[in-house]
């Protein structure tokens, strides 16, 4: 489907796939809230061929539908200059590779030093009012992708395909001792642990959780692994190979060693993201650089 930016909306040039169907089942297949279909209906800012558009209209080939989604809404955390290391970006996305020790928001709106201040400056810097949208976290001293959506149906897309698993990520680990498997997968559910308010166990109470994993080399005394999320539970990797008798290089939380080499964390990096583009439909996969401290542990 041809999407392009007309000023303040997204210009959609109906094509056989979207033709059939109303204008407001089109927007349901973004995953709107009803609210915000209402929301865009009361606006009467949704045009179709250039007139306020009935929501009940059926659409054409060759239909032209214009929907306002770069309207200022405010920047809705407090902008700080940072230096972003932007993987990818479009009028829809902006992929960022965050460094260990930033997190990704802070626990108020006005607080600071987290990534999304930064990108808060970007946006103030490139004069896009927009609301501050990351599609999912990563722990503070987890390096790596992490992506972020630039107007609300993007969002709302987004959203749902990552609850229905269809980004998919991997991350690279070092971890202690060397597994006896090369493959494998890790379902065991996950919840907190009564006696450490920041731990997360395997529990069997717990919520699924499944991970997979391979081996991509041995060291000695450690090895480096790639895992694949099939659920996103927090802490998941590091606690099902703490589990596995193998923590994470740095992870003191789950019984891995302080400190090796220049690692002062646990040794975990997002290191892939495949997804298929919100509006263009278009498959993208992203690989982003494993920072220093680690790479210098496998050299």
Known sequence: MNVTREANNLRFEIEEKQAGQSIRDFLM??????????ELYMSKKVQLNAQIADFNK???VGDILLIPVFESEG???????MNLDIVYEDEHLLILNKPAGVMVHPDQKDGLN??????AYYYE???FNER???IHRIDTDTSGGIIFAKHFMAHSLMDYQLSEKQIRRWYLALVSGNLKTRKGRIDAPIGKDRHHRARRRVAKNGDQAVTLYEVKKQFKT?????LELKTGRTHQIRVHMSHLGHPLLGDVLYGGVAKVGKLKRQALHSAKIQMQHPMTKEN???????PLDMQSLIK
């Open 284 to 290: 993208l996969s992203f690989s982003i650089p494993m």
């Open 114 to 119: 987290t990534l999304v201040n930064g990108v």
């Open 75 to 81: 920047i809705d955390f407090k902008p700080q200059k």
């Open 132 to 134: 501050i949208r990351y």
């Open 222 to 226: 450690y090895s480096l692994v790639e």
């Open 125 to 127: 810097q490139k004069g």
């Open 29 to 38: 297949t973004y995953h709107l809230a009803r609210k915000k279909i209402h």
């Open 58 to 60: 059926i659409l054409e």
